[in-house]
Structures are given as C-alpha cells and as structure tokens.
C-alpha cells in the first residue's frame, strides 16, 4: 500500500508559558485567536513577538496557543544562524541543555534561559491511521516527495495521540529545499 500524507509547513514560532506571556504582554492577558492550525485545539495567535540574540533579531514571530506550562522557541537552522545560536534539533518538549533567546513583546522582554529548538520532522497520526499504516509512536520513517527538487526525508518521527490529525510537519528549511508547500502530498517509504 502507498500511503501518501499531507505537508504542513511552519516558520518560526514561539509557544509561551502563562507567566511569559504575562511578562510580554501584560498583567491578565490572554491570546487571540487568528487561525486555526491543523491539529485539534492549536492555533495561531494574532499576537508576534521579536526573537533576539546574540548576532541579530527576528521580528514578527508568531505566537502559537494554547499557552503551554514552558516556553518554547522554534527555529529553522536559517533563523539560527541570523540570530547567532546554535539550536539543537528536537523533538517538541525536549529542552534540557538548549540555548536561551531574549524574547521582546509590547510590555517587556523575557530573558529566556534554555528553551530555543530546530523541530525535528515529525509525523502527526490518529491510533486508527497509524495502524492502518502499520506504525507506532515514536517509530522513525522515511517520506519521499515529487517534483523537481524531490528528495527523500529521512528520520521522521512518527508522532501519535488520539487527537491528532494526519499531516507531516517540516520547517520552511525543510519544504524549500523539496519544493513543497503546504497540503502538498509525500509518500511514506516502506
């Protein structure tokens, strides 16, 4: 069987924790909503921040929501080297040992001490499609994609939750190097 899963592309991006939030954007606030993303529950936010670090800065970062319990910077290698960090890559959480950002929003900045992340590329499934597929939580595959720049991803981590949706998650790094956009299809490799 060929299975064939859609791509969702995702720039920069920070998940912020309540206090950080706070701490950014003032005393009590709450995140606005300006589009749904494609897992249950997620979104983008209206809000942006400035990311700063030790070489340069990137402005306009979305903030992502819900508010998490920790902050979270997610960056593509590019970003990396205009700010001046070396991030490691990561799956979603794992922070121990990253580097910290200052990150600036209208009512303050928050010197954030570890926390910045490249994602790792990651395959969200429901438990149906994943044994459809015949995968598992935390298996590693390998996804091909078409076209002129086709190329071949490897070290996907399969990622599954009974609330998640099926899409592959790559950074723009990622997407532009094969050519993709979102919704674009890859095929799962056997």
Not at 14 to 33: I, M, N, P, T, W
Not at 112 to 124: D, F, T, W, Y
């Amino acid at each position: 069987m060929v299975a064939r899963v859609p791509v969702g592309i995702s720039r920069a991006h920070v998940h912020l924790s309540q206090k950080d939030l706070e701490s950014l954007f003032g005393e009590g606030y709450q995140l606005s909503e300006k589009k749904a993303l494609s897992q249950p529950g997620q979104f983008a936010a209206e809000e942006t921040v400035t990311l700063i670090g030790p070489k340069g800065s990137i402005s306009r970062v979305r903030v992502l929501g819900p508010v998490r319990s920790k902050t979270q910077v997610e960056v593509t290698i590019s970003d990396c080297y205009r700010l001046g960090i070396q991030a490691p890559v990561r799956e979603s959480g794992d922070l121990d040992g990253t580097p910290g950002i200052t990150i600036e929003g209208p009512a303050g900045r928050v010197d954030l001490p570890e926390g910045v992340i490249v994602s790792k590329r990651h395959l969200h499934l429901s438990p149906a499609d994943a044994e459809k597929l015949g995968l598992k939580d935390k298996d590693i595959i390998r996804v091909k994609t078409e076209g002129e720049r086709a190329l071949i991803f490897e070290n996907v981590v399969v990622r599954v939750r009974s609330d998640f949706f099926m899409d592959l998650h790559l950074d723009t790094d990622e997407a532009n190097a094969a050519g993709l956009k979102n919704n674009d299809l890859v095929t799962i490799l056997p």
